[in-house]
């Protein structure tokens, strides 16, 4: 059971839920919760056995990283610069808040670093950028800046130790570092280490600890609360249970409190100021306490409410302003009696009107005594009836209506009783429920009941009555009057058909009702009780139609609040407080309205309000402010100074962004913008209020811009928004709150969320569609571009391959003139040797020579000068003369505009045409021959060369060579001529070959003119 000590002085008094039941229905995926922390986000973060929760003020979920849930035993939180630091039994794991991407540091050597302990066991805050970790080894350091990991060594204690806490103390710049070995300060900057053990030992654990004051630290022991003075290394015991002290788990400060956790003695309080404490009876032990005593962290959240982790669960702890105190009286110690009425004595007394007569009760010390026994009379008749309504005048009467059996007047001056009506002889009351009494004019009283409203003279005991006369408008609506009020000379009375108002003047009832609902005629006009607000106005609870407002002035009635109306259609009664703010019990619980704020408040949602089962007697204000509410549970009684409206203005955030396609995961910021594909175009908007305690109170308000015509307001019962199917374009999600106040926050949440259009209707779509059609005219372009320049070179290629080939043949051919050439000069050697005649041999022998070097000079070039052809040719009609005994003479002419040494042309070109004139025309010519060779310009890139002889023709020569057994064919004016093809093909120049047979005037042959034309080089 858990045990709360309170502190003698100032202190707080505590209320504990017990949360594991519902938080596990939420999403816990534990009981057993080890750490506690709250981010700048909002969010509490709990670390349990099996891994990671968020709670966001409505819902606890399991936590999701981007690389799944983490299910592992997490035993410290830490935040800094939006990252999450977290303590396992496996190493630590840093996870981004914004991406939720996790990195995993293990107990290896990754990170340069080889951890000292498997287990974290304390992650510190962050301070001058490091953040120190405790494992159960040792310690290290992480550097904020440039994430780096350091190991801390504390030789002397050989680092193997257990760390529990480890806190930063700012005004010494120092770590205090509490573990299994006593109190340690580490100074970062010197690398200095102290060690404090307290009563001299190592084996006493400091298992946590508090900066308070100054140098004054709080640290947890195994052996109980200790203060320790940092400036004189001492520790001094604060006793919190005599004869038996507590292992203390968590140290916590919630204003002048010291909450202090331990393990297996549940939760206590320390107050500061008074410095002194006492252990708690059981009889006073909260009702919702905590699933376990061993408590393992305490955290207080930015609201002031303490969460409370324990292995069996989770709990809250806030603070109990009293505002509310609940009585029940039990007749014969075990029948519950129901409360009727209630009317103040002197404040702390009450008569309180039961089945079983009339009770006096003390506020003070909530005890009761019925009537007789308080006053010391017999009232035992009285004492069996059930009271319906009290009246204490101002004559210290006590006037007591009852439920069928009239009206008692209780003098507790004299401490009689009277049976009023007996002694005023008003036989209608005998059996009447009376239902209000009210002083009227003078010495008279005007009692309401079931059976009309009568009027009593005290004076001389008479009576008159006033009962509704179906005949008489001017006569009471009803006979059950439910309430009065006398006012300025007027009787406002309330009935169960409409608000009638009494005149003493004409002695006649006027009534006024409301349009009768339909389904609800007899309903409608049916009020109960009835009070009048400083303004003027008459507030009037009704049956249906909730609180209803009666303009005095203007005499018409004015339907108060219609969310008041909803909340709760049946209104019994209505007290005002001195900030004019309405109360209300009503078949709904109780109900504050504020004024001020226009604001709705169910006492029975935010305060510990038990019994909603009201009566419209059982109302009643005190003169210091108390207000009491009884029903059939016993009565509440409740201080309306202390039940506020919190005029928080909530903040929002989203928790949940979700397509079809994905969950985004990680936080998303105001001003976040999220782009979504024309497919994924349906989304959800989960959100909640951070910073607000009384979350069941936040209304919500959201639009989509360029989508939402109007604002849509949600309850936390539906804290989501849900679009589908929209088209393309750019929206704006704007989100805000409220909270008790109704005041909206003017800081809008803005999410701006960009559908994509569909790829083919996009104006990026067409320019794209322009640049690929572009694109591939370019490339066909450049593909025939490139399949022309591919030919081309080819064909150059081609070309270049066949000119090689025609180069060659043309070498080969030139090559084929010489053996023929040689073959007829040999012969000619040939036939001197024969002959013996050396000497001409010998000369014919010399010219020979020089022909052969000069036809192996120029056989080898592709161009000679004229000058060297021509030297060849003379060369060559030299030795052919002397071989044909002289019998032709020959001549060589050239242009004078011809510089034969300066212009080159085609070796052996003329040579095959000089040699066939020789051989075949002048050979077989009787008598001289003659053989003439002309060089002429035709232009300056072509020369004609003519070779004439007057030989027998080349028809005679014909048949003369086919006479011959030895048959001889003329290669050499073949050769030229494809040697000149070839020239013409390789050079792309204009070579021709003529031949003209001459003849005389009678036609006989004359011999043959050739004519050559070739280009020249210069």
């Known amino acids: 059971m858990t045990q709360i000590l309170h502190a003698l002085g100032q202190g707080h008094e505590y209320r504990v839920n017990g949360l594991t039941p519902k938080i596990y229905d939420n999403g816990l995926n534990s009981n057993f919760v080890y750490s506690i922390i709250q981010d700048d986000y909002g969010l509490l973060w709990f670390g349990t056995l099996n891994g990671l929760n968020t709670f966001d003020k409505h819902v606890f979920n399991e936590y999701l990283t981007s690389s799944g849930y983490m299910k592992c035993k997490i035993n410290c939180l830490s935040v800094a610069r939006d990252s999450l630091f977290v303590g396992t039994d496996n190493g630590l794991s840093i996870i981004d808040l914004n991406t939720s991407a996790i990195t995993n540091v293990y107990c290896d050597n990754a990170w340069g670093l080889s951890m000292m302990g498997e287990i974290i066991t304390k992650i510190s805050s962050p301070n ?83 900066h308070y004051d100054g140098n004054t630290f709080f640290v947890g022991t195994d052996i109980g609360l200790y203060e320790f003075d940092y400036r004189w290394g001492t520790y001094d015991n604060i006793s919190l249970v005599a004869g038996r002290e507590p292992v203390i788990t968590k140290i916590i400060i919630v204003d ?121 009379v017999d009232c035992q008749p009285l004492q069996s009836y059930r009271m319906s309504t009290l009246f204490f005048d101002e004559n210290r009467y006590l006037w007591i209506g009852t ?275 024309d497919i994924n175009n349906s989304f959800n908007v989960s959100f909640a209020a951070i910073n607000i305690d009384k979350v069941n109170t936040v209304k919500y308000k959201f639009k989509l811009g360029d989508y939402d015509k109007e604002w849509v307001v949600r309850d936390v019962k539906k804290r989501y928004a849900e679009y589908k199917e929209l088209p393309a374009g750019t929206y704006t ?34 320019i794209d569609v322009v640049l690929i059609i572009l694109v591939l005219f370019l490339l066909i372009v450049f593909y025939r571009k490139e399949k022309v320049r591919q030919r081309i070179m080819y064909q150059q290629e ?52 020089k022909l052969m070097r000069r036809l192996l000079t120029v056989s080898h070039e592709q161009l000679v000068t004229l000058f060297e052809e021509l030297e060849s040719i003379r060369l060559y009609l030299e030795l052919e003369s002397m071989r044909m005994k002289n019998r032709f003479t020959f001549s060589i002419e050239v242009d004078d505009d011809i510089d034969i040494r300066d212009v080159d042309v085609m070796p052996l070109l003329l040579q095959p045409f000089v040699e066939n004139a020789v051989i075949h025309g002048l050979a077989h010519k009787e008598g001289s021959g003659f053989l003439k060779i002309e060089i002429h310009r035709v232009n300056k890139s072509k020369l004609l060369c003519v070779i004439e002889d007057n030989g027998i023709g080349r028809k005679k020569a014909a048949e003369l060579n086919n006479m011959s057994l030895k048959r001889h064919r003329s290669y050499g004016i073949e050769i030229t001529k494809q040697r000149l093809e070839l020239m013409k093909t390789i050079n792309d120049e204009d070579y021709f070959v003529n031949i003209i047979d001459l003849y005389d005037d009678d036609g006989n042959a004359t011999g043959t003119r050739v004519e050559v034309m070739i280009n020249i080089v210069e």
Not at 835 to 846: E, P, V
């Open 403 to 677: 439920c069928d059996n009239g009206l008692y007047c209780f003098d507790t001056n004299r401490k009689k009783c009277f049976n009023i009506t007996k002694d005023f002889n008003v036989k209608e009351l005998a059996d009447a429920t009376v239902y209000e009494i009210v002083r009227g004019v003078g010495n008279t009283l005007w009692v309401a009941s079931n059976k009309g409203i009568f009027l009593l003279n005290l004076d001389n005991k008479t009576a008159k009555s006033y009962v509704h006369d179906p005949s008489d408008s001017s006569s009471l609506p009803s006979n059950i009057i439910m309430d009065l009020i006398w006012d300025n000379g007027v009787l406002y009375i309330s009935t169960s058909n409409g608000l009638s108002l009494y005149s003493l003047d004409n002695d006649k009832f006027t009534t006024y009702r409301l349009e009768e609902t339909q389904g609800h005629d007899m309903a409608t006009n049916f009020l109960f009780k009835i009070n009048k607000r400083p303004d003027g106005n008459l507030y009037i609870g009704s049956y249906i139609n909730g609180i209803i407002v009666f303009d005095i002035e203007n005499k018409q009635f004015v339907l108060q609040n219609d969310s008041l109306k909803l909340n709760a259609p049946i209104v019994f009664s209505i007290i005002f407080d001195e900030d004019n703010n309405v109360w209300a019990n009503t078949n709904n619980g109780m109900i504050r309205y504020d004024m001020e704020y226009d604001v709705i408040m169910n006492l029975s949602d935010n305060i510990d309000f038990k019994g909603t089962e009201f009566v419209p007697n059982a109302a009643e204000q005190s003169s210091n402010g108390y207000i009491f509410y009884g029903g059939i549970n016993g009565f509440n009684v409740f201080n309306p100074f202390k039940v506020k409206v919190d005029a928080t203005n909530p903040e929002v955030i989203i928790t949940d962004f979700a397509t079809k396609k994905k969950n985004y995961i990680g936080r998303i910021h105001n001003g976040d913008t999220i782009t979504l594909q």
């Open 128 to 210: 001058n950028g490091l953040i120190l970790f405790g494992t159960n080894k040792g310690v290290f350091s992480y550097d904020l800046v440039s994430k780096k990991f350091e190991p801390i060594m504390f030789n002397e204690l050989q680092n193997h130790f257990s760390v529990n806490d480890i806190i930063f103390n700012d005004i010494d710049s120092v770590w205090m570092i509490a573990s299994n070995k006593g109190l340690i300060v580490y100074d970062d900057i010197n690398n200095d280490v102290e060690c404090y053990t307290l009563n001299d030992t190592l084996d006493i654990a400091i298992n946590t600890m508090l």
């Open 798 to 849: 081609l070309d270049n391959l066949e000119k090689m080939i025609k180069k060659l043949t043309f070498k080969s051919l030139q090559l084929q003139i010489n053996p023929h050439s040689l073959f007829n000069i040999l012969n000619s050697i040939q036939s001197y040797i024969l002959a013996n005649d050396t000497k001409s041999a010998s000369i014919y022998l010399s010219g020979f020579a």
């Open 256 to 376: 002048n409190d010291l909450l202090i956790g331990t393990k297996g003695n549940g939760l206590f309080k320390y107050n500061l100021h008074a410095l002194y404490s006492e252990d708690i009876d059981d009889k006073n032990v909260y009702e919702n306490i905590l699933s376990d005593n061993f408590i393992i962290d305490l955290y207080c959240d930015n609201c002031g409410v303490v969460w409370i982790a324990t292995s069996g669960g989770l709990g809250t702890l806030t603070v109990d302003n009293k505002a509310v105190s609940i009585h029940k009286y039990y007749s014969q110690g075990t029948e519950l009696q129901p409360v009727w009425c209630i009317e103040e004595i002197a404040d702390p007394k009450y008569f309180i009107g039961t089945d079983v007569g009339v009770l006096v009760f003390d506020r003070i010390n909530g005890s009761f005594t019925l009537l007789g026994d308080y006053f010391g």
């Open 733 to 766: 999600f704007l989100l805000t709150a409220s909270g008790e106040s109704k005041q909206w926050n003017s800081e809008v949440f803005r999410l701006v969320i960009q559908i994509l259009p569909q790829w083919h209707s996009t104006i990026w779509f067409r």
